[in-house]
């Protein structure tokens, strides 16, 4: 069921302008958000509250500060206990593999915050061309030639697609990353558009 103070213009038009303006809470929030995988192809759907709620739960769970906390605290009560044992290296190992696991997180390309519901950048489609097909992001022949005379898509209804193909011969194209369909392996040059006509 669609919320009307969420779907309402003003309000998308003024999500998108904070959104577009951050401040250090947001901004810190969207720099990991936008690297996070399970986050980088959703936040753009999210409203700003939402993006500086998860965003800061997931700096407290990705940064390793329980293992470093854990053995500061051990180091000062008792550091020969410490260095004697064999669970301060299994701690710092943990904190060690906490460490990389956010080097790999931050080092990750970021997800541009675009043609999402919320999204600052909103673009129109316009039949770009780079990026790698891989025969799931771009449609057959065939299915181009049924969609060719239309000029806007059918309504994808949340429907997930499983390719292209499969979307052109529903008369579905061009579909924006803010709808339920969107699916990323299906958006060739990651512009928050997937199976661009």
């Not at 998308?12 to 990991?32: C, D, K, M, V, Y």
């Not at 260095?83 to 696991?101: D, E």
């Amino acid at each position: 069921m669609a919320n009307k103070k969420t779907d309402s213009p003003d309000y998308i038009a003024a999500q998108r302008a904070e959104n577009a303006h951050p401040g250090f809470f947001l901004r810190s929030a969207t720099w990991l958000l936008a690297r996070f995988p399970l986050t980088k192809n959703r936040y753009q759907n999210w409203t700003t509250g939402r993006r500086i709620l998860v965003g800061w739960l997931l700096w407290l769970i990705c940064l390793p500060i329980i293992p470093a906390v854990a053995i500061a605290v051990w180091y000062i009560h008792d550091p020969e206990g410490f260095k004697k044992s064999p669970w301060a290296k299994a701690l710092i190992a943990l904190f060690l593999v906490w460490a990389a696991s956010f080097g790999f997180v931050a080092t990750n390309k970021p997800q541009l915050d675009a043609n999402g519901k919320y999204s600052p950048i909103q673009t129109q489609p316009n039949g770009e061309v780079s990026g790698k097909d891989n025969g799931l992001n771009t449609a057959s022949p065939a299915a181009k030639e049924k969609v060719a005379n239309q000029t806007v898509s059918k309504p994808t209804y949340g429907k997930k697609f499983e390719n292209c193909t499969a979307a052109f011969e529903a008369g579905v194209f061009n579909i924006k990353r803010s709808d339920p369909a969107y699916q990323n392996k299906l958006d060739r040059d990651n512009d928050g558009i997937a199976c661009e006509k």
